[in-house]
């Protein structure tokens, strides 16, 4: 890629602890569990969301980590909203939700399938999430991993950048499964502005090291 | 970007000719469950391959004792029709990719055998189909039994996932990364899904009726398809007929809600037109429209508003082949993918079965009879999935 | 009035003084169930008015949540909701659904 992007702004959830920017925003109690701790964290980001708490745990964890590198970048007022994506990418897809909806249906005796735990059986409905609540209409999609894979997915964003198919996206990585979870989501732009390192895989490493 | 090969295995048949056969012989393939075992079993219409696992197992060359999963082998049977029918056996070796899309992955078999992977006393041969559970292990399977090592991804955004893998295959060989890329998806049917849709209420207790104005939902159905990319150098290579070619791609999000689609079709008419973009077209350029026509009250409004928005009073003609082989979810845009290089190939528009009466809404009518000898330049495929994902593909004769 | 139709007239005010105190009850427990199946975790049972419309503004419940309360429906009550015609009218508040509930359950 000739070309490179630019990382805006980057936050990182894991174990019980955010970090927004190379400083750390909001830490949770140690031995909290990932259900006390998310709720934290939405009450310390003071903001609503009508379906918060009707999202499955993968979807709370992603909406929040790109509540945080959006809050003070105002893209939709520098973006239109098709010009804006979401490239999002994890290991264990919906696993978590694909077992909750699993115990629903798995006894006949006790039968009741559930419309609302369904609706999260697929990885890429965090995007779908996102998008609602951000107004975002650009390309998205959603990759499988064994690992992160910083080449892969910084090249894959910037090829969008370069081929001018988007001005900005919101990237990473967005993991749960069993109460293990981790997020590392950042907002990239084709564009330099203030405060920006250049979006590369060295740089993604850089910043976080899985 | 141009398609050299392509593979598909559905409820109306096992490989490409059979599907073509069925398609312009007006037989679907939708029928009552075979395959699994669930309370809706002579209730909910679906559309299974004709095939038991023991039968594709056979079919895929694969030692019966192996662990495999229905995927793996639907999506095998389809890719290597299509690596095949491609040559892909006869040239030198380029840089290749294998571009997956599923959003079951293993579970018709994890769905079965959960209890018992929970049960610490009950062990056996069984456990070895614990690790073909994830998105990303059919993928392997498959590029493993093609011998593709350069490169391989599965992506997974429900009903627009094998739209999404021909995207990024023709992407990757545009930007000099890959050769060729064979590319697509593959979903089988499962208990799972029938559950969860049905829960929905979206499924039909009849046989579909795409764009009718008394439709009532979708049938599932189950199937693989991939086509064959590459560029136009490495296709010189070989003597090997050109079929089509990639011609445009675009992906938006609807922005509204999980599963349902927006009542003005805003995501399905940022990517229709942004594929028209792409291939450099504009809308009366479009001979074909293979549409995603599911067959829900809700999915076929939204998509015929955004074709009457983009198209005006001049909708190409149009028609939805799910009334054949029920809606394959993640599978859906590859398996559509060959049947739109079908249409080119053979000059032949497919008819929208069980269609009677257009939509009050809007004045919509699909083909209803198989036409020939029609001169296609341009087709559109659109596959739009749960999540708001909205992808559009363009396919152009060469 | 003698006094056999003074007693008679008392079961009459007992019985719909019974049959309030049940839809009451009812309706508090429904508040309760809905508020655990629709995860509407901010929201107090005495925060939902019996007689407001369950869509629409108010809760801001979506075509899911309708889905969710026709399970509901049928688990706790044994009810089925066979078709979206009758949903829309069953469900248009809580009282609505206790209403149907006290009418067809099975006893």
């Known amino acids: ?210 | 970007m141009v398609i050299t090969g392509l593979g598909v295995i559905s409820s109306i048949g096992n490989n490409v000719q059979e599907n073509f056969n069925a398609l312009t012989s007006l037989k679907p393939g939708i029928g009552h469950i075979q395959n699994l075992d669930t309370v809706h079993k002579n209730i909910i219409p679906v559309s299974e391959v004709k095939l038991t696992d023991e039968e594709l197992v056979q079919m895929a060359g694969f030692d019966k004792n192996r662990a495999v999963t229905r995927t793996t082998l639907l999506g095998v049977i389809a890719a290597r029709e299509a690596y095949l029918s491609a040559g892909l056996d006869k040239v030198n070796k380029l840089r290749t990719g294998f571009i997956s899309a599923t959003s079951v992955g293993g579970m018709g078999k994890t769905e079965v055998l959960y209890p018992r992977y929970l049960d610490p006393n009950d062990t056996g041969d069984f456990m070895r189909f614990l690790e073909t559970h994830d998105c990303g292990e059919s993928t392997e399977r498959i590029a493993e039994t093609l011998g593709i090592k350069d490169f391989m991804t599965t992506i997974s955004t429900a009903c627009s996932s094998s739209a999404n893998s021909i995207m990024l295959a023709t992407r990757m060989i545009k930007a000099g990364m890959l050769d060729r890329a064979i590319a697509g998806g593959v979903d089988s049917l499962t208990v799972f899904t029938i559950n969860g849709f049905n829960t929905l209420m979206i499924l039909d207790r009849e046989h579909c009726r795409p764009f009718d104005d008394s439709r009532q939902g979708l049938n599932l159905g189950e199937g693989a398809g991939y086509i064959v990319i590459e560029s136009e150098e490495a296709a010189k290579a070989g003597n090997r007929p050109i079929l089509a070619e990639v011609g445009g791609y675009a992906n938006t999000n609807d922005a509204y809600h999980q599963t349902a689609s927006s009542p003005d079709g805003q995501g399905a008419f940022l990517a229709m037109k942004k594929a028209l973009e792409v291939a450099g077209l504009k809308a009366e350029d479009i001979d074909y429209i293979n549409v995603h026509g599911t067959g829900t009250p809700n999915n076929d409004l939204s998509e015929g508003t955004a074709m009457t928005r983009l198209f005006g009073a001049n909708v190409p003609k149009f028609s939805s082949t799910k009334a054949y082989t029920g809606h394959t979810l993640g599978a859906c845009g590859g398996i559509e993918a060959v049947y739109s290089t079908l249409a080119i190939m053979n000059k032949t528009i497919f008819p929208n079965l069980n269609f009677k009466v257009k939509m009050k809404e809007l004045d919509l009518t699909p083909e209803t009879s198989l036409l020939s000898g029609v001169d296609i330049k341009n087709v559109l495929s659109n596959s739009f999935g749960f999540g708001g994902n909205n992808s559009a593909l363009v396919f152009k004769k060469i | ?107």
């Not at chain 1, 009450?43 to 993968?58: C, N, P, R, V």
């Open chain 3, 1 to 107: 009035m003698t006094t056999g139709a003074f007693i008679l007239q008392n079961k009459l005010e007992k019985y719909i003084v019974f049959k309030f105190f049940i839809m009451e009850e009812l309706v508090n427990q429904l508040k309760v169930q809905i508020i655990k199946a629709l995860k509407l975790e901010d929201v107090k049972p005495e925060d939902i008015n019996p007689n407001a419309p369950l869509f629409g503004d108010g809760l801001g419940l979506d075509s899911i949540d309708a889905l969710e309360l026709i399970v509901l429906l049928e688990k706790e009550y044994g009810l089925r909701v066979e078709n979206a015609a009758s949903a829309k009218k069953i469900f248009s508040s809580v009282k609505s659904m206790a209403d149907y509930i006290a009418e067809h359950k099975k006893a």
């Open chain 1, 1 to 210: 890629m000739s070309s490179k992007g630019y990382i805006q702004s980057y936050s990182i959830i894991k174990n019980n602890r955010v970090v927004l920017n190379g400083e750390e925003f909001f830490a949770g109690g140690a031995e909290d569990d990932f259900a006390t701790f998310i709720r934290a964290l939405y009450k310390k980001l003071e903001i609503t969301h009508s379906s918060f708490y009707k999202m499955d745990d993968m979807c709370k964890l992603g909406l929040l980590a790109t509540e945080l590198v959006l809050k003070d970048a105002a893209i939709r007022e520098k973006y239109s909203d098709t010009e804006i994506g979401v490239v999002l990418s994890n290991s264990s897809s919906s696993l978590e939700t694909d077992t909750a909806y699993y115990e629903t249906v798995k006894d006949r005796n006790n039968y009741f399938p559930s419309p609302a735990v369904f609706v999260y059986t697929l990885p890429n409905i965090v995007i779908g999430e996102i998008c609602i609540r951000n107004k975002i209409k650009g390309e998205n999609t959603f990759f499988i991993f064994e690992e992160y894979n910083p080449e892969f997915m910084t090249d894959y964003v910037n090829n969008l950048f370069v081929s001018g198919k988007l001005k900005s996206c919101v990237t990473g990585w967005v993991e749960y499964y069993e109460g293990h979870y981790e997020a590392f989501v950042y907002l990239a732009e084709a564009t330099q502005g203030d405060n920006r390192c250049i979006h590369s895989a060295e740089q993604v490493r850089k910043i976080y090291s899985f």
